[in-house]
């Protein structure tokens, strides 16, 4: 079956000693706004599948924690997200969004900054390019404009699982990309969208299903999306990303446990399954 497939399907009771997954990342910081119009955070890293399990044997999640907002500083680049896993399958943390250097790259990627039209040569050449995302998991960031409209910049927004983050038009700041659709928990949700670019002035960009749109609504917790670049061209933080998540569908048959602790989780009966959502911390599963 494919990632598309997985991430799609309703779920059909999962059989035997088998583990249905879908691991996220979490979602990077959208930049700060330091007379650049500050790209949005990309979106964590998507991964789905199943795993045959052991049992009465420890398997290691991690749920990654979403990015910084990036400061109102020259260089004011957000934070990347924490990786999240589930035994040996990773998905990487969104990258941050730019507001004076480049964006970095992770999960999805940063979006570039836009203009400064306050002191262009402190922007280093390619500032305005967004990040590369990770093959299999994101896309990369959308570019920055530079046309500088009417002395306002706008930032490009950050990529997504499913879809790069819009290169910023002139005047308006991209929108970030679309995430993945998931139906594991039985209920149709979207991860790992990139949060929205924003512009000095004017309009600012949107972010994708979950993740944050500056001026409008922070990224949702445990969907890995990433945090709006920050607006308004008077300077400000940029949005925290989004936490990420790691969700484990298996037979009701066999029980989980966490040996050891370190994990916050609830459980849910969907369809003859049990489904244990995991959203934060850093310890063991072993089922029996």
Same mark, same amino acid.
């Given at each position: 079956?494919?990632?598309?497939?997985?991430?799609?399907?309703?779920?059909?009771?999962?059989?035997?000693?088998?583990?249905? $997954?879908?691991?996220? +990342?979490? =979602? !990077? +910081?959208?930049?700060?706004?330091?007379?650049?119009?500050?790209?949005?955070? =990309?979106?964590?890293?998507?991964?789905?599948?199943?795993? !045959?399990?052991?049992?009465? #044997?420890? $398997?290691?999640? #991690?749920?990654?924690?979403?990015?910084?907002?990036?400061?109102?500083?020259?260089?004011?680049?957000?934070?990347?997200?924490?990786?999240?896993?589930?035994?040996?399958?990773?998905?990487? =943390?969104?990258?941050?969004?730019?507001?004076?250097?480049?964006?970095?790259?992770?999960?999805? =990627?940063?979006?570039?900054?836009?203009?400064?039209?306050?002191?262009?040569?402190?922007?280093?050449?390619?500032?305005w390019l967004g990040a590369a995302g990770t093959s299999g998991q994101g896309f990369a960031g959308g570019n920055g404009d530079q046309t500088n409209l009417n002395g /306002?910049?706008?930032?490009?927004?950050?990529?997504? /699982?499913?879809?790069?983050?819009?290169?910023?038009?002139?005047?308006?700041?991209?929108?970030?990309?679309?995430?993945?659709?998931?139906?594991?928990?039985?209920?149709?949700?979207? $991860?790992?969208?990139?949060?929205?670019?924003?512009?000095?002035?004017?309009?600012?960009? #949107?972010?994708?299903?979950?993740?944050?749109?500056?001026?409008?609504?922070?990224?949702?917790?445990?969907?890995?999306? !990433?945090?709006?670049?920050?607006?308004?061209?008077?300077?400000? $933080?940029?949005?925290?990303?989004?936490?990420?998540?790691?969700?484990?569908?298996?037979?009701?048959?066999?029980?989980?446990?966490?040996?050891?602790?370190?994990?916050?989780?609830?459980? /849910?009966?969907?369809?003859?399954?049990?489904?244990? #959502?995991?959203?934060?911390?850093?310890?063991?599963?072993?089922?029996?």
């Open positions: 079956m494919s990632l598309m497939q997985l991430l799609m399907a309703s779920a059909a009771a999962v059989s035997g000693n088998t583990v249905q $997954y879908l691991v996220v +990342g979490g =979602g !990077g +910081g959208g930049g700060g706004n330091f007379y650049a119009g500050a790209g949005g955070g =990309g979106g964590g890293g998507v991964l789905a599948s199943t795993l !045959g399990i052991s049992l009465a #044997t420890n $398997y290691t999640v #991690t749920v990654g924690v979403g990015g910084t907002g990036g400061p109102n500083a020259s260089g004011g680049v957000g934070g990347n997200g924490g990786n999240s896993v589930f035994s040996s399958f990773t998905s990487i =943390g969104g990258g941050g969004g730019s507001s004076q250097i480049a964006p970095t790259s992770g999960g999805s =990627g940063g979006g570039g900054c836009g203009k400064n039209p306050a002191n262009p040569p402190n922007q280093p050449a390619g500032a /306002a910049a706008a930032g490009g927004g950050g990529g997504g /699982a499913s879809a790069v983050g819009e290169t910023a038009p002139a005047g308006r700041g991209g929108n970030g990309g679309e995430g993945q659709s998931s139906s594991i928990t039985g209920t149709a949700q979207t $991860y790992g969208s990139g949060g929205g670019g924003s512009q000095t002035s004017g309009t600012q960009g #949107t972010g994708g299903t979950n993740a944050g749109t500056w001026g409008g609504a922070s990224p949702v917790a445990n969907r890995g999306g !990433g945090g709006a670049g920050s607006g308004n061209g008077v300077g400000a $933080y940029g949005q925290a990303g989004g936490s990420g998540v790691v969700i484990l569908r298996y037979p009701n048959t066999l029980t989980m446990t966490n040996p050891g602790g370190g994990l916050t989780w609830t459980t /849910a009966s969907v369809g003859g399954d049990t489904v244990a #959502t995991i959203t934060a911390g850093t310890g063991n599963v072993q089922w029996n």
